[in-house]
């Protein structure tokens, strides 16, 4: 039968492409160590994810991320979701214009179109960190108040410093037109990991994020 070796070569070829998970990455141009996860939107392409925390981040306590992604210049937007779902959790949206990345936290209730939202974390964009190629862009941007949230019906969730937590993402070909508050198109492709954050703690956090957000 043809099928079966086929298909055992897609697998292969799928493998390959792909990262170790959690694979610690300590990064040259922050300096900020981060776990991070490299996840297929296509056959041979994806996006990189990390993330940074303090090393004082506590359990059942608020704490600030770094955020870094790196993302082929063909991707529409992004997002990325702290909570591993679409709805009643932080979103961001991350898109590339020209020279220029746009943040936009957003929050959805539902699966319709997540609107821009106050209660999905505030985030600082780092110029060092943040950069173009011929072939990517990526930003690295700290964020308080994505590692814990209340929906409006349910109780508070946090993320684990020391654990993981289910992570996920959102892919569009389509690019929006406009700032954060932008219309977005609906992903064609949506994934989720566990995300280590253990391994993403960092002893000089704090005094890093100061050197970067000046
Ligand atoms: C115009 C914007 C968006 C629309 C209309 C939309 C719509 C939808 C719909 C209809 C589904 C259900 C798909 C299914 O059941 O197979 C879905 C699932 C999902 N969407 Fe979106 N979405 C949008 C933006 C986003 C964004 C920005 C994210 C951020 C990461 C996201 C993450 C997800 C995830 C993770 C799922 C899987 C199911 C879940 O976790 O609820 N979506 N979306
Ligand atoms: C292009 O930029 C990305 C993101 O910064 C980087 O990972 C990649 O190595 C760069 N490629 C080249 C050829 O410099």
Request: hydrophobic letters at 35%.
């Amino acid at each position: 039968m043809l099928l079966t070796p086929l298909l055992g070569l897609v697998a292969a070829f799928v493998n390959t492409a792909a990262a170790a998970a959690n694979e610690i990455v300590r990064d040259p141009d922050t300096g900020l160590t981060f776990t991070s996860n490299y996840q297929l939107y296509k056959v041979n392409a994806g996006i990189t994810f990390r993330v940074a925390i303090p090393d004082d981040a506590q359990n059942y306590t608020p704490y600030d991320a770094v955020v870094q992604l790196v993302v082929p210049n063909e991707v529409g937007w992004v997002g990325l979701s702290w909570g591993g779902a679409m709805t009643n959790n932080p979103l961001v949206v991350a898109w590339n214009s020209g020279n220029s990345v746009t943040l936009s936290p957003r929050w959805a209730t539902g699966h319709t179109m997540p609107t821009p939202s106050s209660t999905a974390g505030t985030y600082t964009l780092f110029q060092t960190g943040t950069k173009n190629n011929g072939t990517h862009w990526q930003f690295t941007a700290l964020c308080k108040g994505c590692t814990s949230w209340t929906p409006s019906s349910g109780s508070t969730r946090y993320l684990s410093p020391t654990g993981g937590n289910r992570l996920a993402f959102g892919y569009s070909s389509t690019r929006p037109s406009g700032g954060a508050s932008a219309s977005i198109a609906i992903h064609q492709v949506h994934g989720y990991w566990t995300h280590d954050f253990a391994g993403a703690r960092n002893a000089n956090f704090h005094d890093i994020v100061q050197r970067l957000s000046v």
